[in-house]
């Protein structure tokens, strides 16, 4: 018989790309106030960072939701069986956000490398502060873009015209930062163009033309087309895209894409200091960069967790965390079978859970189950390989589970006096 020992206060999170032999670290995921972490972060990665986007809270006076299914109904769809957690208030006083964005912009351009740049997402609430406070600390002339993100969805105004923008503030850390604009062309695609006459030319490639002033101008069907300034080619998410992880504010990921493709190269890290669902993240782990998300809502934390263990770029995490609290016993049998004897969860209400080792103050898990909409049943047993189960010794093993309430536990394995 063993005792386990239950904790819950998790730090954060690390994430290892598929390439098992050379254990490449992918990404890091901290669980806290974004100065807190920032301040503890930036010694070991000041310099290091090609690409920083953040999305925060933007004085909308609003609360946020994550909507929880429950247990296989309500990953089936049956939206009575779901609660409503709300993930992060913005409800901050204007001074303190202003006090709190100038110190996270001053240790976000300590982190830039000097090819780096910086992405910052607000909307008319902001943007005239964060221009000035971004003058100051980047420079008037590292200065690159306001971006519009402009969008159909959300309600008609009658009292002025409605609002359809976000604005994304785009700064170079210097002169000899890194941009490719080829990474985020588009085909100018087949449609017809209006006045244009198509032609041919001697290599069989497909233009419209148009004569002005006496010159004929050509535009190549094949040519790519570079975004502008304004972005109004990327709708919000729907309610019904498959993308949706239930976290308000969540991003699309088209945006983010653009964002990553232009401003980083594969290897180079991308950090999301406001990470909320993980879009960045995500994006950045598909597209094999590496990354580091911040975020105070442990609600963040489960979707960002969900979403990149499903990215087919992933397949092994680990946490940091204190150990503490109560215990649970667990018998381990001939055949390397493993029982939890007090285990007390409802299985129904948990929502994620995995089986993993100890090493060196990290939980690695090895296996772990997780509902989706498209498979919302939770496996109660693993078979664990050989390779697996040489992990494990008599005080590592450690169980963690995620249950709709956002509550997480470790049960860690203490051998019993
Ligand atoms: C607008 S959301 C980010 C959404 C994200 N871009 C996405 O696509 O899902 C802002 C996030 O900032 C987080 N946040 C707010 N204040 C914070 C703080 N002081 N420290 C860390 N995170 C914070 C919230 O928990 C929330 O997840």
Known sequence: MQRYKLSYDVKGEIYYSP????ELLQGKYYLGDVLEILRHLTPEYRGKVQLIYMDPPFLTGQEFKFRQPIGIKGWS?????SISHIAYTDKVD???LLNMMTEVLTLAYELLTDEGCLYLHIDYRLSAYMRIILDDIFGIDNFLNEIIWHYRTGGRAKRHF???HDNILFYRK???Y??????VGIPRGTDKKNNMKQGKDANGRVFWSIKSGGREYRYYEDDKVYPSDVWDDIPHLHQQNPERTGY???????????IVLSSSRPGDIVADLFAGSGTTLNVAQRLGRRWLGIDSSIFSLHTCRKRLLNNERSNKIGFFYNENIPALSIKQGNHNEITICDFEEDIELIDHWSIGYVKNGVYNSIKHSMRTSSNPNLDIEFQLNEKAIENFSADNLCIHTVDIY???RFYIAKTSP
Do not use: M, W
């Not at 390439?19 to 050379?22: F, S, T, V």
């Not at 890194?178 to 990474?183: G, L, P, S, T």
């Not at 308000?248 to 653009?258: G, H, I, M, S, V």
């Open 94 to 96: 204007k001074d303190i």
């Open 19 to 22: 390439d098992n032999a050379k």
């Open 162 to 164: 409605s609002r359809k």
């Open 174 to 176: 210097s002169k000899g």
């Open 406 to 408: 956002g509550k997480q």
């Open 77 to 81: 769809g049956d939206r009575e069986h």
């Open 178 to 183: 890194y941009f490719n604009i080829e990474a």
């Open 248 to 258: 308000d504010t969540q991003k699309p990921e088209r945006l983010l894409e653009r």
